[in-house]
């Protein structure tokens, strides 16, 4: 089972460029999320998804997009790349994440120059 | 909001006792415990739903205060395996946020021999 499957695992970026990170699980969970890591911040919530075609803000959204088009997937968009942006990115899914486990990948690292 | 966790860090021995607290200003839905090791993602511990349940197995256990919007993690007898950083998460009961995991800020656990 690959479970949550995050690409790429490590990124280099300028300020101002932009890239996709990748997110995609094969648990046919109806929730995903996008969460960033920054040391003595805990894991804060950018954006998340109840479903295809759903999704919504979390607690530090700007800056960033997403999309879900497909069950399967969940892109986090970074349009105008900024230092402050800099982090470990994790994206997670669960059946229902009210009351059930929320199954993590293993991340992405991000450093903005 | 995020719910606010104590200690911030705890240092223990192998076989001595410790408790996490997790507290929110917010009614909530539901407390999940999760694990860190340095590195990696983050691991499902165990999930609490509102009624004041109390869970838990072999010597990793929870509870939930649903009155006073707290939650404790209680580690006993540790082993050099619980080291790491342990983040509680909540839902609330505001319209829609049940769906929204937002964790706290983390509570570094060292156990040494």
């Known amino acids: 089972n690959a479970g949550v499957t995050q690409t790429p695992k490590f990124q280099v970026l300028k300020t101002g460029q932009s890239m996709t990170l990748q997110c995609a699980q094969d648990?046919?969970?109806?929730?995903m999320s996008w969460y960033r890591q920054d040391p003595g911040m805990g894991l804060r919530l950018i954006h998340y998804s109840v479903g295809a075609g759903i999704t919504d803000q979390g607690e530090v959204p700007n800056g960033y997009n997403v999309s879900r088009s497909t069950t399967e997937d969940f892109p986090l968009r970074l349009l105008s790349a900024a230092p402050s942006q800099t982090s470990v990115y994790f994206c997670?899914?669960?059946?229902?994440?009210?009351?059930?486990?929320?199954?993590f990948g293993e991340g992405s690292r991000l450093t903005v120059l | 909001q995020q719910p606010v966790q104590s200690p911030q860090a705890v240092i223990l021995r192998e076989g001595e006792d410790a408790v996490i607290n997790c507290s929110s200003s917010k009614a909530l839905y539901s407390v999940h415990w999760y694990r860190q090791k340095h590195g990696e993602a983050p691991v499902f511990l165990m999930i609490l739903l509102k009624g004041g349940e109390q869970k838990g197995h072999e010597k990793i256990s929870a509870s939930f205060n649903e009155k006073k919007q707290q939650s404790s993690l209680y580690l006993t007898a540790s082993q050099l395996s619980y080291s790491g950083t342990y983040f509680c998460?909540?839902?609330?009961?505001?319209?829609?946020?049940?769906?929204?995991?937002?964790f706290g800020t983390g509570t570094l656990l060292a156990v040494q021999p």
């Open positions: 998460g909540t839902t609330t009961q505001e319209g829609g946020a049940t769906n929204k995991l937002i």
């Open positions: 648990m046919n969970h109806e929730y």
């Open positions: 997670a899914s669960s059946r229902l994440v009210g009351t059930g486990e929320l199954f």
